[in-house]
């Protein structure tokens, strides 16, 4: 592996003169090229210690009468944040924080049957292992020695569990059925060297300040909008990977966001938010002032309209779901059931599971993950990625061509007939990573207007019977519980919901229901699509953390979706008005001070 090192070394060391940054930092472009080296220098560093200390523990780490690991995985993310928030008109927090984690995977056994599995109930609660456990933090200082250190108190930790867990397994499969097939443990997958160059991570804080003052000081003027805030974050994940297989890569993410939320109450007491969320890959992407306040200017007219809005009962019918809506639904419904470790997970519900070749959504639609995707639209997408937290290459992959189901999606835990990784195995932090969604994109053969759309929603009301038809506008997101545990169910929170007339198509804002159903009924009754695609960014929580992630999905229509009763608490709002309600105007022609 050492000539593998200097070649990552050199790449570093020379700074990819071909992608500099957008503009110069302060200090000229002399300044520039010495902060370049430095960081190429530190990065060279730590790589080059997690190297060294790879091969001392795969060379040396074995307890006498014990299989010795055949595989040993180092992985440390960097990661720097800047946050800015504010309420009223003023700025309520303003942090700036450093924070480097490892993650260390140490497997015993081969790769058709080794120690890797879910942890049982005894691990979770602490009651089976070790009384002290490795802290998983990496120095911020770039000091090679006290990281080696970190990755050899965490090695020899994760390589005793590693034993204990083998032996475990290997006594659990006395009970499995004879002749039960069952799906090698790691897949074989050809070590990638790549090293990204540094990226630019401006943040202009003093800029983003008067920003956030001026937009939230937008909201004193309407007493009804009690509470607002918005968020400004600014993220830099650089992230070291290698393993005893021979990977060693350095890749660098930046992504910023800007956050807008309110909340009103109804005069019923049901509490109602809205808000808008901004992503980019760049500083510059980012909204302009002007359009902050404009997108705070729509906060408040739909609030203020939904209060208005009348309650609806309960509603089972057509409805049409807006690209974010529909975007939430396929990702719940159909894309958390096909990461490929539910498929092996006796306590998952495996919606999915033996199905490939079989036909599982309607004929006219295709569902693609393709983190190598950039861009949809003009948007940069949230889950775009060069390689996943194994090391793994990503790449498109088609789960679903013209209904029938094509592949899962795969981490490094192979599943059957699947034997190879297509570079979905992610997480956040320090976590384990599994096969998660990337850029969930949603295509269709069966696309029309917009304004065909809603006819062809006015006629299946008329069908069924109903009075009225509805649009979901907008969704704040959603929940879907994948497990034997509970029911195979999911749930969305939609924001603006239009009751449409079966005769005339009037449309009318109402409020008091969120979206409910069970997966394969839902989505196997979209009857038709729009012929325009938006995509839509976020972050997906689930077994291996918060990562990042995009849909682009056309509008649909959906033959039968069910709304059910929100909860409502009945609360009054605020007992006095706001305080600056009460605040006399300034003269006219005088300057406000703040």
């Known amino acids: 592996m050492l000539p593998v090192l200097a070649a990552l070394a050199l790449a570093l060391a020379a700074g990819h003169p071909e992608r500099p940054p957008a503009s110069p930092p302060p200090g000229g472009s002399h300044a520039r090229e010495e902060r370049d080296a430095k960081g190429a220098d530190d990065r060279a560093a730590i790589l080059g210690a997690m190297t060294a200390e790879l091969a001392r523990s795969s060379e040396r780490l074995r307890l006498q009468g014990y299989d010795a690991p055949y595989f040993v995985g180092y992985q440390v993310k960097d990661v720097a944040r800047h946050e800015l928030a504010g309420r009223y008109g003023a700025i309520f927090e303003d942090a700036a924080r450093r924070d480097r984690n490892l993650y260390v995977d140490v497997r015993v056994g081969g790769y058709e049957f080794d120690s890797s599995g879910p942890e049982d109930a005894a691990q979770l609660l602490g009651l089976d292992g070790p009384s002290w456990y490795a802290p998983k933090d990496a120095p911020l200082d770039g000091d090679v020695q006290a990281l080696r250190t970190?990755?050899?108190?965490?090695?020899?930790?994760?390589?005793?569990e590693a034993l204990a867990s083998y032996f475990k397994k290997k006594s659990r499969e006395v009970y499995r059925a004879?002749?039960?097939?069952?799906?090698?443990?790691?897949?074989?997958?050809?070590?990638?060297?790549?090293?990204?160059?540094?990226?630019?991570?401006?943040?202009?804080?003093e800029r983003w300040r008067g920003i956030v003052r001026d937009a939230t000081a937008l909201f004193r003027t309407h007493p009804d909008v009690f509470d607002s805030s918005m968020k400004v974050v600014a993220e830099r994940h650089v992230r070291w990977f290698a393993s005893s297989e021979g990977a060693a890569i350095v890749t660098e993410h930046v992504l910023y966001g800007v956050h807008l939320n309110a909340v009103t109450r109804a005069p019923d007491g049901q509490l109602l938010e809205n808000g808008r969320d901004f992503y980019a890959r760049s500083e510059a992407e980012l909204p302009t002032p002007e359009q902050v306040r404009d997108a705070a200017g729509k906060i408040i007219?739909?609030?203020?309209?939904?209060?208005?809005?009348?309650?609806?009962?309960?509603?089972?019918g057509p409805a049409i779901l807006e690209p974010e809506a529909a975007g939430v639904l396929f990702h719940e419904a159909v894309g958390h059931r096909l990461e490929g470790e539910r498929m092996e997970d006796d306590k998952d519900g495996q919606t999915y599971k033996g199905q490939i070749g079989q036909p599982v959504l309607p004929a006219f639609l295709t569902i693609v993950d393709d983190p190598t995707l950039a861009s949809a639209g003009g948007i940069s997408l949230n889950g775009s990625y060069a390689f996943d937290e194994q090391g793994v290459?990503?790449?498109?992959?088609v789960l679903v061509k013209e209904g029938k189901l094509e592949s899962y999606l795969l981490s490094r835990k192979p599943v059957k007939p699947?034997?190879?990784?297509?570079?979905?195995g992610r997480s956040a932090?320090?976590?384990?990573?599994m096969a998660r969604m990337a850029n969930l994109v949603v295509e269709s053969s069966r696309r029309v207007r917009w304004d065909e759309l809603k006819r062809l929603l006015m006629a299946e009301a008329r069908k069924q019977g109903k009075r009225y038809g509805l649009v979901i506008r907008d969704i704040t997101g959603g929940n879907t519980n994948t497990g034997t545990y509970g029911y195979q169910a999911f749930k969305g929170t939609p924001r603006l919901v239009y009751r449409v007339d079966a005769k005339t198509g009037a449309e009318e804002l109402v409020r008091g229901v969120e979206l409910?159903?069970?997966?394969?009924?839902?989505?196997?009754?979209?009857?038709?699509?729009?012929?325009?695609?938006?995509?839509f960014n976020g972050f997906c929580g689930a077994e291996s953390g918060y990562v990042p992630v995009s849909t682009?999905?056309?509008?649909?229509?959906?033959?039968?979706?069910?709304l059910q009763r929100v909860s409502r608490s009945n609360e009054r709002g605020p007992l006095l008005p706001s305080p600056w309600s009460e605040v006399p105007a300034p003269p006219a022609g005088a300057e406000a001070s703040r």
């Open 150 to 160: 970190a990755l050899w108190l965490a090695t020899d930790e994760r390589y005793k």
């Open 178 to 205: 004879a002749g039960e097939a069952r799906a090698p443990s790691f897949s074989r997958e050809e070590p990638n060297r790549h090293v990204d160059p540094p990226r630019p991570f401006p943040f202009d804080r």
């Open 301 to 316: 007219a739909e609030l203020e309209a939904l209060r208005r809005a009348p309650a609806i009962d309960p509603y089972t």
């Open 393 to 397: 290459a990503a790449r498109r992959t």
């Open 418 to 424: 699947f034997e190879r990784s297509n570079g979905h």
């Open 429 to 433: 932090g320090a976590r384990a990573p």
């Open 516 to 535: 409910v159903g069970t997966p394969l009924a839902s989505v196997n009754k979209v009857l038709a699509t729009s012929d325009a695609s938006r995509a």
């Open 552 to 562: 682009v999905a056309p509008a649909v229509l959906v033959g039968e979706l069910e």
